[in-house]
Structure formats: structure tokens, C-alpha cells
């Protein structure tokens, strides 16, 4: 069964800095990209950032590039998004998936809100 569980949300005040995690389970991690997605309020959910397995990341957004960074440990399947300089647009909710959700699963997302 194919799962991806994000945790590390919360409320942070602009400039602030947090890391998300995702735990990954269900398929063989080394073999998909890995993308963090977001849905804010009232928005379709966007690509964020994806990470290959080499560790290269793509697929960047605009609104996040030198910003955020995209991370993977392929030992415990896990992917990371640190996040700085975080602005109140970052506000939504933070998923990960494989690039392209080819298994049509979700998780339940983290919850950022960037407010003073």
C-alpha cells in the first residue's frame, strides 16, 4: 500500500524557516522522482520542487527558487523540503508524492501558515 505521511507544519513568522519531512512507503523509493506539492486556500495544488534520486533537484517554482530546497534519504525513505525566508504567499497546504502522483495516492498533507 502505497503512503506518503508529511509532518513538520506549523505557524512561523515571515522570515521564518521550517522543514517538512515525508515518509514514503509502499514502493521502490529509488526508482521515482520525488516532488513536494502545495495547495493554498481557494488555489489548485502546484508542483513545488521535485528530487531525483541523485539528489538533483528540478522543477523548481519561481515563487520558491533560492528559497527552498528539496532533499532525500533514499536508506529511510524520506523526503525533506527546508524552507527560509518563508513569505506569507507560502501559506497552504504541503504534500509529496512521486513526480506526476503515478499511483494516484495522497497523503494528508502539512499544514504551513507564514503570519506575524
Known amino acids: 500500500q502505497v503512503q506518503f505521511v508529511e509532518s513538520g507544519g506549523g505557524l512561523v513568522q515571515p522570515g521564518g524557516s521550517l522543514r517538512l519531512s515525508c515518509a514514503a512507503s509502499?514502493?521502490?523509493?529509488?526508482?521515482?522522482?520525488m516532488s513536494w506539492y502545495r495547495q493554498a486556500p481557494g488555489k489548485e495544488r502546484e508542483l513545488v520542487a521535485s528530487?531525483?534520486?541523485?539528489?538533483?533537484?528540478?522543477n523548481v517554482a519561481d515563487s520558491v527558487k533560492g528559497r527552498f530546497t528539496a532533499s532525500r534519504d533514499g536508506a529511510s525513505q524520506m523526503v525533506y523540503l527546508q524552507m527560509n525566508n518563508l513569505k506569507p504567499e507560502d501559506t497552504a497546504i504541503y504534500y509529496c508524492?512521486?513526480?506526476?502522483?503515478?499511483?494516484?495516492?495522497w497523503g494528508q498533507g502539512t499544514q504551513v501558515t507564514v503570519s506575524s
Open positions: 508524492n512521486a513526480h506526476h502522483n503515478p499511483f494516484g495516492s
Open positions: 509502499g514502493f521502490i523509493f529509488s526508482t521515482y522522482v
Open positions: 528530487i531525483w534520486n541523485s539528489g538533483i533537484m528540478t
